[in-house]
């Protein structure tokens, strides 16, 4: 009895979600996660650079301090090798 109802009912929620969607647009509100990176991810990272040169040391030893795992340390490592330390400020999350 109430099947007939779904796709009338779907397309509905899904014009009432677009039309919310693009009044927040217009109103200069836009969703999903902010671009950039926290406070503390960018100390971490400027922190991490000087351990990362360090070759005496295993990547272990340098990651351990810092609370880092192994992924997350060679991600940062990328980002240095990439980027100045004046670039990885600007890569905040502005509020």
Known sequence: MFN???PIL???IRERT???????RA???TGGRPKGYMKETISKLIIMRLFYKD???S??????PLGLTRATFYRYAKILDNNTD????KMSIKK
């Open 4 to 6: 007939y109802r779904q």
């Open 10 to 12: 779907g397309r509905l």
């Open 18 to 24: 677009n039309a919310g969607l693009q009044s927040a």
């Open 27 to 29: 109103r200069g509100r």
């Open 55 to 57: 070759t005496t040391k």
């Open 59 to 64: 990547p272990e030893e340098n990651y351990k």
């Open 86 to 89: 004046e670039e990885i400020k």
